[in-house]
């Protein structure tokens, strides 16, 4: 029987060739890690059930993953798990989908890459896919079904930052945890695409070309008309900004902090209140106008204003996240629409024997 072509068809693969999970290679996982293999690791939505060691070594198998790998998915699972995840609402028909973001010494350890074309080399990709996997066939997610993608998914993401290429602090220092830390973010996107490239032109600065670029990136994107929302059940969008080392040297140089950065482009990220009003008119479910949101007490009462008006559309600078990673020789930055969801960061437990078992010092 052909393996892959059978999992394919009972549901249980992304269309790809798979690794057997054959019991020899699905304990072999399981000594990387000191929970027991039936351990409730987390209760993953929609379908409610139970990810333990053994059935995340299983999906990790298949995805084509190294042993040394179970440590960082488990963590990624119980980030799934987590409730400010909201895994169980992933299946909307925009197409989201999962990425994983690595740091800590971890990275240098595994072989991670952050660098060129980081989400499409091993091991990330793997990772990823691994992650993908655990949503299909643990959290119950399947094409068609429960998650429902107009135009379908591409594979889940992991990449790792770039943090000794970073002016400022990694992300997970900003998340709570030590720069020691080894630490797995799951966020979501239903993005991956074009990266502008900031340049000096006409006596501006790289500095100021990608705020321009960013906040001009930022209103392209489709949840908009979500992203000024007030009030206890407002809908909070994440963006997730992608910045390669240039662009973020060049942000520090100019005397930009993170913070800083972020803050600029809540107050600077506009746009007309006859384009906003557009977009949340013809995109949004209620196909209620700005004005009549403002009534309702969903938007402040700058959306009430006149149509050439520039209305901000961020609700806070918390809902940017930035990530320094990429190609060290170019200048570009990305955008990644969120939805639903906050990234959800969660610390990497190493198992005891990791020393003897993988030759590098224990942390």
Known sequence: ?????YFDEQGWSDGLPIVPPTIERVEEFLGYTDRAPDD????????????????IAVNAVMAGCRAEHMPLIIAAVEALGDERCSLNNIGSS??????????????DELGLNSGAQLVSRAPNAAIGRAVGLIVRNIAGFRPGLSYMGTFGYPLALAFAERAAESPWEPFHVGQGYDRDANTVTVGVTNNWGASPAPYDRAGRSGAEIALELLAREITHKTRLFNFPGRGPDAEKVMLTLLLSPPVARSLAEAGYTKQQ???????????????????STFTSTTGASSRARVDEGVLPAEFAGAPDDHVRILSGADILHIVVCGDPHRNRLMVMEGGHTQPTTK?????????????????
Do not use: C
């Open 40 to 55: 409730a690791v987390a209760v993953l939505q929609s379908a409610n059930l139970k990810a333990t060691p053994w059935n």
């Open 94 to 107: 925009s197409g989201i989908f999962p990425y994983v973001l690595v740091n800590g010494p971890v990275v």
């Open 261 to 279: 950065v972020k803050e600029h482009l809540y107050e600077n990220t506009r746009m007309s209140l006859r384009d906003f009003d557009w977009v």
């Open 1 to 5: 029987v052909d393996v892959s072509r």
């Open 347 to 363: 610390p990497v437990v190493l198992p005891r024997k990791w020393r003897e078992l993988t030759g590098r010092a224990a942390r």
